[in-house]
T-cell receptor, first 111, second 113 residues
Framework: GIQVEQSPPDLILQEGANSTLRCNFSDSVNNLQWFHQNPWGQLINLFYIPSGTKQNGRLSATTVATERYSLLYISSSQTTDSGVYFC?????????????FGTGTRLKVLA | EPEVTQTPSHQVTQMGQEVILRCVPISNHLYFYWYRQILGQKVEFLVSFYNNEISEKSEIFDDQFSVERPDGSNFTLKIRSTKLEDSAMYFCASRDGAHTEAFFGQGTRLTVV
């Protein structure tokens, strides 16, 4: 069925380390976003990236639509990067462009 | 920067009561959505709304739920008779086109007691 998988489910880093989060999806992509859920539960949009590569400060993301995956890179991690990272994907078969969310990667950055 | 606004940020209600969650999407957007997230779980799609009608709803969106866009600016989610299992964070989202970024509100945390 239509699904999206994220890995790893949990990640613990020392401050300053780099990491790569992965999102695999099962069909052609229409829209894709990465979110960071902060401790108050808010979904903070990081990237809208159905294809290609984008960078914003210490964060960057790449989506390879033909191979059905997206990567989120966090460099020089800080304690404020802690939280849950979600990938949300809308397949081309969705006429409403609704998002299907992954189960998230829970990141903890230690000082 | 334009944003999606949700009110209230937190609501506590008794089981069996009706609740209305409110959202003000970005003004020129065309597609509207409600999602929910039970504590510790992933975000799930509830319903999409386009051209003044529901365009898709999930299995979760049963007869207890309804949505309205009463005045061209507000977008509401009503739960007619709340259950304990309706306790969750509810997110409203909107987008202006098919291949564009979705903007999410800050969420309403609903607690049913």
């Amino acid at each position: 069925g239509i699904q999206v998988e994220q890995s790893p489910p949990d990640l613990i880093l020392q401050e300053g380390a780099n990491s790569t989060l992965r999102c695999n999806f099962s069909d052609s992509v229409n829209n894709l976003q990465w979110f960071h859920q902060n401790p108050w539960g808010q979904l903070i949009n990081l990237f809208y990236i159905p294809s290609g590569t984008k960078q914003n400060g210490r964060l960057s993301a790449t989506t390879v639509a033909t191979e059905r995956y997206s990567l989120l890179y966090i460099s020089s991690s800080q304690t404020t990067d802690s939280g849950v990272y979600f990938c949300a994907w809308a397949p081309t078969t969705s006429g409403t462009y609704k998002y299907i969310f992954g189960t998230g990667t829970r990141l903890k950055v230690l000082a | 920067e334009p944003e999606v606004t949700q009110t209230p940020s937190h609501q506590v209600t008794q089981m069996g009561q009706e609740v209305i969650l409110r959202c003000v999407p970005i003004s020129n957007h065309l597609y509207f959505y409600w999602y929910r997230q039970i504590l510790g779980q992933k975000v799930e799609f509830l319903v999409s709304f386009y051209n003044n009608e529901i365009s898709e709803k999930s299995e979760i969106f049963d007869d207890q739920f309804s949505v309205e866009r009463p005045d061209g600016s507000n977008f509401t989610l009503k739960i007619r008779s709340t259950k304990l299992e309706d306790s969750a964070m509810y997110f409203c989202a909107s987008r202006d086109g098919a291949h564009t970024e979705a903007f999410f509100g800050q969420g309403t945390r609903l607690t049913v007691v």
